[in-house]
């Protein structure tokens, strides 16, 4: 375990939220779900998103909303497949790298009541997990120790030493060492359950896009783009100018694209991107973020989020094709996949258009991609597709074994 890296949901497991009655999925660092129109593509991202407001114990409705869950009655929250469900917690829970984080939600169902978390102790556990590590004489057995917990779990003890060494009681000294380690483990818990805290389900908006007078309730990037223009002029006020330099390199996927500066006008306060469209004559040729095609605002929305030191470790996309052609399409998956890796972002995507499976290799373990069902049950459901079990042998893309049903998926009702 690299203590002071901890960046994988490996595991999430959700019970009783809505459609998904109970499911348990592996994820990796680059995720894509398809699935029918109401298969719980959605649901299931709203479900870690009510996990990540319980591990940064914001479970108000407004901070739920702003990461992109769709907040009805509580009794509708839990799955409505059978009576009994509407009292039961939702249960939901996260191997992050090796450790869990668990949460049991319940609601009294009253108008205006606050979902609660009874199952505090869990994450606590964890910090008290990697204190015991810490100060534990022993080495992991498993793991290669890391460097940096060595040097921590050295000045951790010497400074347990010169706590032993002050003046006081044995009872006051046991006091203190125990005060000691329980904000260690405090800090701890909140250090790993940071990238898992901050997850939102993004869904940029044209609108949003195209307007930058209003920033997000969410900082950097609000979940419909909001936040887009402020973001950009933090890139540019970079010394090292790798962010802007980057952003500009790929946003030549579009092609009238030639360069972008940004103008911000004290005076009249007008927030502005002059974008550089190569086939506009000379004198004109500077058109800004109002007249530009949506595509490009989604592309620009997109490689910003990726590319962002400020934006969340774990997010998902959903409807990810919005305003796209396919081509593109494809192409985005591919470059998304790559500044999640070079950024060490975690991403879900969920999609509808085919060509974002070409986008990904499934010889790649971190790369997976999900087809989500509702079963007999109308329950939430998934299958991993893997080229083992599906797919062997074929040379056809993976676009066309969707279009085709090999992969499942299609809606059978036409
Ligand atoms: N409390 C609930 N219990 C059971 N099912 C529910 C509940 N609330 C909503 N649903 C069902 O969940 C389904 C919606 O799932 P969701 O919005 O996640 O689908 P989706 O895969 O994202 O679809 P789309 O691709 O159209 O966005 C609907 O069919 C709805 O009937
Ligand atoms: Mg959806």
């Known amino acids: 375990m690299v203590l002071l890296d901890i960046t994988m949901i490996e595991k999430v497991s959700i019970k009783n939220y809505k459609s998904v009655q109970d499911i348990e999925i592996e994820l990796g660092r680059f995720n894509v779900f398809i699935g029918e ?30 990461r992109g869950i769709r907040v009805t009655e509580p009794r509708f929250m839990r799955s409505a497949f059978q009576k009994k469900n509407v009292l039961n917690p939702i249960k939901l829970s996260f191997s992050i790298d090796e450790l869990d984080y668990s949460c049991e939600l319940t609601n009294d169902n009253k108008p205006y009541s606050k979902w609660i978390n009874k199952s505090n102790s869990n994450s606590e556990v964890i910090g008290k997990e990697i204190v015991d590590l810490l100060f534990s004489k022993k080495r992991s057995k498993s793991k290669e120790i890391d460097p940096e917990l060595s040097e921590l779990r050295n000045s951790f003890n010497s400074l347990l030493s010169t706590l032993d060494k002050l003046s006081g009681t044995k009872e006051e000294k046991e006091n203190l060492r125990g005060k000691f380690k329980s904000g260690i483990s405090s800090s701890i818990e909140k250090q790993i359950l940071n990238p898992l805290s901050n997850f939102v389900i993004y869904s940029p908006e044209e609108s949003s896009l195209r307007s930058f007078e209003k920033d997000g309730q969410i900082e950097p990037l609000g979940r419909r783009g909001e936040g887009l223009f402020k973001l950009l002029k933090t890139f540019v006020k970079e010394r090292s100018n790798k962010k802007i330099k980057l952003l500009k390199e790929h946003l030549r996927l579009i092609d009238w694209f030639v360069d972008f500066e940004i103008s911000d006008n004290k005076l009249t306060e007008e927030k502005n991107l002059n974008l550089k469209d190569r086939f506009l004559a000379k004198e004109l040729d500077f ?12 592309l620009l929305f997109y490689i910003a989020l990726l590319i962002s030191d400020e934006t969340p470790d774990f997010f998902a996309i959903d409807n990810i094709e919005n305003g796209l052609n396919p081509k593109l399409c494809e192409r985005l998956t591919k470059l998304l996949n790559q500044l999640s890796e070079q950024n060490e972002k975690q991403v879900i995507l969920a999609t509808h258009n085919p060509s974002v499976l070409n986008g990904i290799d499934l010889k790649d373990p971190d790369q997976r991609l999900f087809m989500i069902f509702r079963n007999k049950l109308g329950h939430t459901k998934f299958r991993r597709i893997t080229l083992e079990n599906e797919i062997q042998g074929s040379d056809i893309r993976l676009s066309e074994a969707f279009l085709k049903g090999y992969i499942g998926g299609l809606s059978k009702a036409f």
């Open 37 to 66: 129109n109401g298969c719980g593509k959605s649901n299931i991202l709203e479900a870690i998103t009510l996990g990540a407001a319980s591990a940064s114990d914001k479970l108000d409705s407004e901070f739920l909303f702003n």
């Open 287 to 298: 058109i800004d973020q109002r007249s530009t095609n949506e595509g490009f605002l989604f």
